[in-house]
T-cell receptor
Framework: AQKITQTQPGMFVQEKEAVTLDCTYD???????LFWYKQPSSGEMIFLIY??????QNATEGRYSLNFQKARKSANLVISASQLGDSAMYFC??????????FGQGTTLQVKP | NAGVTQTPKFQVLKTGQSMTLQCAQD?????MSWYRQDPGMGLRLIHY???????DQGEVPNGYNVSRSTTEDFPLRLLSAAPSQTSVYFC???????????FGPGTRLTVT
């Protein structure tokens, strides 16, 4: 069975500093995708970044990068130069067959001014 | 494009009532899914569809029915609402050629 684990219920970071949100996963499928979503207090799900299991390089999208370590089954999100607007809940997710997503329990990030 | 739309945004039901949550997408996506999010938790898959006429169960399907008669629409039916179904419901879609899922704004359902 597929599983996503986020072990940090809450994180604080100072504005303009970098922060890493942890995510580990478990799957027996050779092909899968890993995602990070942001959910602000308004409730919508915002797609941040995607990493395919066969991608050789770590994905980057602006200030977001995904530190993909396949052997360790980890897919940590790195946010550089944190901004106050980054305060939100962050979810790691994994896709399997038919595009189904399995989500972790989330990490609440608070950015301090 | 409107993307993925969901109606209603909020709904209060009494135990035992039935209702349908609507979901529509105008991007011609093959795959559509319904998720529920309980407080402090991630999203859990209820039902999904890989195309018109094809649906399957996800992780938490009990108490819900779906159908997919068109590519655009994927309604979720609550047969007999229970307080345990109080949650935020998200509909999502994605094209067959991409992994990225597009989420609707969600429906907040309260069952009393």
């Amino acid at each position: 069975a597929q599983k996503i684990t986020q072990t940090q219920p809450g994180m604080f970071v100072q504005e303009k500093e970098a922060v890493t949100l942890d995510c580990t996963y478990d799957t027996s499928d050779p092909s899968y995708g890993l995602f990070w979503y942001k959910q602000p207090s308004s409730g919508e799900m915002i797609f941040l970044i995607y990493q395919g299991s066969y991608d050789q390089q770590n994905a980057t999208e602006g200030r977001y990068s995904l530190n993909f370590q396949k052997a360790r089954k980890s897919a940590n999100l790195v946010i550089s130069a944190s901004q106050l607007g980054d305060s939100a809940m962050y979810f790691c997710a994994m896709s399997g067959t038919a595009g189904k997503l399995i989500f972790g329990q989330g990490t609440t990030l608070q950015v301090k001014p | 494009n409107a993307g993925v739309t969901q109606t209603p945004k909020f709904q209060v039901l009494k135990t035992g009532q039935s209702m349908t949550l609507q979901c529509a997408q105008d991007m011609n996506h093959e795959y559509m899914s319904w998720y529920r999010q309980d407080p402090g938790m991630g999203l859990r898959l209820i039902h999904y569809s890989v195309g018109a006429g094809i649906t399957d169960q996800g992780e938490v399907p009990n108490g819900y029915n779906v159908s997919r008669s068109t590519t655009e629409d994927f309604p979720l039916r609550l047969l007999s609402a229970a307080p345990s179904q109080t949650s935020v419901y998200f509909c999502a879609s994605r094209p067959g050629s991409s992994y990225e899922q597009y989420f609707g704004p969600g429906t907040r359902l309260t069952v009393t």
